[in-house]
């Protein structure tokens, strides 16, 4: 096979696939170093308050509920010990039955009453919780779409798909069952000490006062937990981020044969996540013996100081019984405490990487009182654009041009030259460091966003399939489009044919990406999507890069129509899609050099020539 042919059909990679793979290490790397400053981050009080904002909505409608069954439950809890020292000291050792038996049936009657409230309590506190998880990820889903391609740059895309999946599942447990939890065990230790110091002042005080020994001895435990699931989170946020790229650049791997690589690279981050997980985890269930061990401690203190309080006729066996009982309960929310310390942990970490999230400012936003732009005609201006994707690199450097509505404006040069960058700061993706673009005569800074890009058309190189039908796809740039509009967007680019011939027309279901489609045929479901929406303004950013020869050339008649009454920018290298451009302008390393119709540039023999030499001789080799 020649060259030539192996040109026209569809590219093995798309020049994003390979741009993917060559970044994919080193946006792990800066995503790495990002996360790692945040590792000695006191615990922030703040954040709990933040997320307990999340409940203020629905606090007057739910809250009462769940508050009085929580006090019903509690309240029933706390009588059954009591009733069981009355049922010792007077019907069990008076030997009277009929007491007993009341007794009995008292505490039967208590668990029913508790019962029911426990389960209204669960019912109604996992609706809050639920709610407030929804009105979280929606709230962060909806933020990251608003944010800027600077945002992106710097971060993988798992990086950011692990905070909308794991880190908000990781909250559901603290608002479904931890908060009300923790209330529940407020309440009952707080009545626990008060029933205890009521029954016997001594023998209560003095079991308690192993309560704080138990918290100096797990303070410093605490802050070790803290940091080692802030670890975990960092872990498994790597995790996801690797394995989000290798599966969109499996091509890639496959194709230069790195499978080994890749999973000796997954092999040690999953080591390191083992590890980090078995660490953050035996530190947390070294809380359960140090509770266990000061409960010991507790029922010591009681059973020797008891016997004697009881020898001198004190307190009762009946009370001695009651006063383990409530040691037992007493002990169980603590421990239930300190998991919830550490659930909490584990929230806060995720919680941290959510609200940096949330308050990520968008680069590139809309000044207050913004004005919608009004239809327009197309005429653009770039007034001494300057622009650096990193600072102290420019990209652009003083980029003047003036182009009037209905022209036709190809930016040629090589890789890296600022085309793309130009056509990034038209759609305002971002904004420039010095100078403004203008369109009919309004700063696209002092416009709405949406009203701006409504109103701008773009076709890339590695066009975007989304999952769900044909039509769903061309749809996409006007929602409200009937089927007819649709069909007859797909005829005008010679798109209907291949789309008709596909098992169920235009309701096929296409995968993530469009993976059953060739490269060609979702270039045309692009164009098609492009004309539907009816842009004044049409960028095609190496939009014919992945068609071959043969449908390039049907393709050439679609654009006729694409094109028509349109201001367009664009940015190729084949001559055939740029030759009848009204304007052609040259870009060399962020600068104009050159600009003139196709004739004009021939006729200088400067760049624009060299460029066209090059491919005539690369196209007579070929053949």
């Known amino acids: 096979m020649s060259t030539s042919s192996k040109q026209s059909d569809d590219p093995l990679f798309t020049e994003a696939e390979l741009k993917q793979a060559s970044k994919q290490k080193e946006q792990q790397q800066r995503f790495v170093y990002q996360d790692d400053e945040l590792f000695d981050k006191p615990f922030d009080w ?12 629905y606090s007057k409608q739910i809250l009462p509920i769940i508050i009085i069954m929580m006090i ?90 692990v905070r909308v999946t794991n880190y908000i599942n990781s909250l559901q447990d603290l608002f479904t069952n931890g908060v009300v939890n923790l209330m ?98 035996a530190l947390n269930q070294a809380f359960g013996p140090i509770i266990e061990v000061t ?65 990520e400012e968008p680069s590139v936003a809309e000044k207050p009182g913004a004005k919608a732009l009004p239809s327009i005609q197309g005429n653009v ?11 102290g690199r420019p990209a652009l450097k003083g980029i003047n041009l003036d182009v009037k509505a209905g022209e036709s404006i190809a930016l040629v040069g090589h890789t890296g030259s600022g085309k793309s960058t130009i056509m990034n700061l038209l759609c305002r993706f971002y904004d420039p460091v010095e100078g403004k673009v203008l369109i009919d005569g309004q700063n696209v800074r002092d416009v709405t966003i949406q009203s701006l890009r409504s109103q701008v058309g773009v076709v890339l190189q590695d066009t975007f399939i ?30 209907y044919d291949f789309i008709m011939n596909l098992p169920h027309g235009f309701n096929t279901e296409v995968e993530e990406r469009g993976n059953m489609l060739s490269m060609g045929q979702r270039q045309l479901i692009s164009f098609a999507r492009a004309l539907l929406a009816n842009p004044r303004i049409l960028i095609l950013d190496e939009a014919t890069a992945s068609i071959d020869t043969e449908t390039e050339l049907k393709i050439q008649e679609a654009l006729k129509i694409l094109l028509a009454g349109r201001t367009s920018f664009i940015v190729a290298h084949r001559l055939s899609t740029i030759r009848n451009c009204d304007k052609i302008i040259v870009l060399d390393h962020g600068r104009v050099m050159e600009s003139g119709s196709h004739e004009q540039l021939m006729e200088q023999q400067k760049i624009y020539y060299g460029l066209i030499q090059a491919q005539y001789k690369y196209l007579q080799d070929a053949v």
């Not at 009591?82 to 049936?105: C, M, P, Q, R, T």
């Open 466 to 495: 989304f999952s769900g039908t044909i039509r769903d796809n061309i749809r996409f740039g006007r929602l409200e489009a009937t089927d007819e509009e649709v069909e007859e967007a797909a005829k005008s680019v010679d798109a």
């Open 184 to 281: 529940i065990d407020c309440v009952q230790l707080l009545g626990i000490i008060v029933i205890l110091l009521s029954i016997n002042f001594k023998l209560g005080a003095a079991i308690i006062i192993t309560v704080p020994i138990m918290f100096l001895v797990s303070t410093k435990l605490r802050q070790k937990i803290r940091m080692a699931w802030q670890v975990v989170q960092i872990k498994q946020s790597r995790i996801n981020s690797h394995l989000n790229e290798c599966i969109q650049g499996i091509r890639v791997t496959q194709a230069y044969t790195q499978e080994k690589e890749n999973i000796d690279y997954f092999e040690d981050m999953n080591v390191d996540n083992r590890s980090a997980w078995n660490k953050a985890s």
């Open 46 to 57: 703040k954040q709990v308050k933040r997320l307990a904002g999340y409940m203020k909505p």
């Open 72 to 161: 019903v439950g509690a309240i029933t809890k706390l009588t059954v010990p009591l009733l069981i020292s009355f049922s010792i000291d007077n019907a069990i050792k008076g030997e009277n039955v009929k007491l007993l038996l009341i007794l009995v049936g008292t505490m039967l009657a208590v668990y029913i009453i508790q019962w029911l409230a426990n389960v209204y309590r669960i019912r109604y506190t996992n609706a809050i919780g639920q709610r407030v998880i929804f009105d979280l990820r929606h709230e962060l889903f909806s933020h990251i779409q608003k944010l800027s391609f600077r945002y992106f740059d710097t971060r993988p895309a798992g990086s950011v798909l």
């Open 295 to 359: 409960g010991a401690i507790g029922y010591c203190i009681l059973f020797w100081l008891g016997a004697n309080l009881i020898k001198s006729e004190e307190i009762t066996i009946g009370l001695l019984v009651a006063f383990a009982t409530y040691i037992g309960y007493f002990w169980e929310p603590i421990n239930r405490m300190g998991q919830m310390y550490s659930q909490l942990l584990v929230a806060m970490a995720s919680a941290e990487r959510i609200f940096e999230t949330i308050d």
């Open 381 to 391: 201006k770039f007034e001494n654009l300057v622009f650096e994707y990193e600072k």
